[in-house]
């Protein structure tokens, strides 16, 4: 048992270190913190300037979405740079399980997701005079930890995807954009046509967004708790279906010879 | 456990490839067509061939990295299909470049990982690193990071990573490609070393010096099928009762080979280009003195070293591996 905490916790880390580009300081705050801050800014004061919702609306949920980018597009990552760097052959030599070796590889992706997330919300809430009661302030955690979680097992599931299609960061930068949407954080979920809602409903972010929303406007942590446990629910449907198409896509490798794997 | 550490009977290995959308064309390559092999635990074998010849596909049938269409497999028993997991823990697997290490980490956080990988129990991570570090020489800069490595670092890197688990059979994929001669006889040196301490070895390699030097014996593959198999002394008998004459030639033109191999006497030429100059192999049979007539047909060549020696394993490589392209191919050859 403790081997495999090892590979899940300590090859996890390891792989996060060798594989996550986005890793030195200047790009990590440029590309993670900065950025993704200014977005929120964006659409606060879009929201502002229209009048569809107001601050909280915008600022949690777009602090929830941030979590996005560095879990969905580490996630692909996760798999996806393999190639790069030419050692999915020797991972895929590997005796161990496949299903620790690359879902422990998720966990540093959503915990790197939760920091940006907590810290994005904190510094949106003191700039633009945000006010979230303190009782909030455990349930929001495990909101954007849920939201991270999940988006981490979204983004390996497209990672997955790249054992058979080379250019899977194409999916992942319309899957980020998509999320902008569909997920209800810049346009209430009422105002989406019911063919976007039902695709949002099994979607990252969607409910950890409606859980913090909740949270910050003073509801209970029982309140919120179904909230987050569909976006869990919705997390582990992706761990299983990323876990599956590496299954799938390494047996086709062999059979087909479909993978360029060294 | 059986008498061979690696075995093939019949293998086989195919590709479907389709080319063009509106009139599709389907081609079938036989990348493998009928292998057999039969290694024993603690030899060191090599595996010989031209470029496309089959070697790497074999390699990966063997290592569970690919999945035979046809004939069957066995890694010190276990079935590579079926047991692959078994399998697995057994094999190491290096292979020639610059790939397949994480650049950005450090040598030491490389095996670090794949010993997770691979299942080295945490307790015995840190000696078996340290003494990996020693036997492939990288002692002192373990922490640097890879991507600081020249290639013959990296190759010796690679072999370390090969060996986190104590293998039984390592394959080593042209582990030498690239590498200047220093490093180059820096890894035979460890090759020597771990076929000596009773790792069998199955090595691919484009130099006959390094499979003449390392290997107790050696497959030729070319077009998908084993050519000849044999010590390096016996596959040296294909170029029996032959005399060979090299010419360093600049500009000779294909209409110019022709003419030569159709010389009486003549029996394998070939070209080799080292940077402005080329170098002309011919093999002729050794009571025929085809001097003068390369050298007629090479007038207006501007030419340099004209020498005449005996043939070397290389020369049977290749008289082997020219025979194996003509129309109908070898079978079988030298006997074990």
């Known amino acids: 048992m403790s081997a495999l905490f090892r590979l899940v916790g300590v090859g996890g880390v390891i792989a996060y270190r060798a594989l996550f580009n986005w890793t030195t300081p200047s790009i990590f705050v440029g590309t993670l913190l900065v950025g993704p801050l200014f977005q929120l800014f964006f659409f606060a004061y879009l929201g502002r300037e229209f009048g569809v919702a107001d601050d ?38 590997s005796p161990r399980s496949r299903t620790a070796i690359f879902l422990g590889r998720v966990l540093p992706y959503a915990g790197n997701g939760l920091l940006i997330a907590a810290s994005t919300l904190t510094v949106a809430a003191l700039l633009l005079g945000l006010r979230i009661p303190a009782t909030a302030l455990p349930g929001l955690l495990l909101a954007l930890a849920a939201a991270s979680l999940t988006c981490g097992f979204f983004g390996l599931t497209l990672g997955a995807l790249g054992l058979r299609f080379r250019d899977v960061f194409l999916i992942s930068n319309v899957a980020v954009a998509l999320l902008l949407l569909f997920t209800g954080v810049n346009v ?70 479909s993978l360029d794997t060294l | 456990m059986g008498e061979h550490a690696i075995e093939a009977v019949g293998l086989h290995r195919s590709y479907r490839s389709r080319t063009g959308w509106l009139r599709p064309q389907r081609r079938e390559v036989h990348a493998v067509a009928g292998v057999d092999l039969a290694v024993r635990h603690g030899e060191l074998f090599g595996l010989l061939g031209p470029n496309g010849a089959g ?74 690193i340290a003494e990996l570090f ?48 220093v490093a180059a006889r820096e890894l035979r040196q460890t090759v020597a070393e771990l076929a000596a301490t009773g790792t069998t070895v199955l ?17 030729v593959i070319a077009g998908g ?27 000779v033109t294909d209409g110019q080979l022709a003419a030569i191999r159709a010389r009486p006497g003549v029996r394998e030429v070939s070209l080799a280009v080292h940077g402005a100059a080329q ?48 129309p109908t191919p070898l079978v079988g050859g030298v006997p074990a």
């Open chain 2, 55 to 128: 070697k790497t596909t074999t390699i990966k049938l063997l290592n569970t990295l690919l999945i035979p269409t046809g004939g069957e497999a066995r890694i010190c028993g276990f079935d590579v299909v079926r047991q692959t997991r078994e399998v697995r823990r057994r094999i190491g697997y290096v292979f020639g470049g610059d790939r397949g290490l994480y650049d950005r980490l450090s040598a030491r956080d490389n095996l670090r990982y794949f010993a997770e990988l691979y299942g080295v129990p945490g307790r015995e991570q840190k000696r078996r």
């Open chain 2, 225 to 251: 099928r084993l050519q000849a198999l044999g010590t390096p002394a016996e596959l040296r008998h294909h170029a029996d009762g032959r005399r060979v004459l090299e010419v360093q030639a600049y500009g």
């Open chain 1, 188 to 257: 209430p979920a009422d105002s989406l046509p019911a063919g976007i809602r039902a695709v949002g409903a099994v979607l990252p972010i969607t409910h950890a967004a409606d859980a913090a929303r909740r949270l910050a406007g003073g509801a209970t942590l029982g309140d919120a708790l179904p909230a987050i446990g569909v976006e869990l629910a919705v997390g582990v449907g992706y761990a299983v279906l990323a876990a599956g198409l590496l299954t799938v896509f390494e047996a086709e490798s062999r059979r087909r010879a």
């Open chain 2, 134 to 181: 020693a036997l492939v020489r990288l002692t002192g800069r373990e922490d640097d990071r890879v991507e600081s490595y020249s290639r013959g670092m990296r190759q010796r890197l690679h072999i370390a990573r090969g060996l986190l688990h104590r293998p039984r059979v390592l394959f080593l994929d042209e582990p030498s490609i690239g590498v200047d001669p």
């Open chain 1, 56 to 93: 909280r609306f915008y600022i949690v949920g777009n602090a929830v979405l941030t979590a996005a980018l560095a879990c969905v597009y580490g996630g692909t990552m996760a798999v996806a740079n393999e190639r790069r760097f030419g050692t999915l052959g020797h991972v895929l030599l």
């Open chain 2, 279 to 326: 170098l002309l192999g011919v093999q002729s049979d050794a009571g025929v003195d085809v001097q003068a007539d390369v050298l007629r047909e090479l007038s207006g060549v501007r030419l340099g070293r004209v020498t005449a020696r005996q043939p070397t394993l290389e020369d049977a490589y290749v008289a082997i591996v020219n025979r194996a392209a003509e």
């Open chain 2, 203 to 219: 090595l691919t390699t484009h130099y006959m010096a390094e499979a003449d030097e390392l290997c107790g014996r050696i497959a």
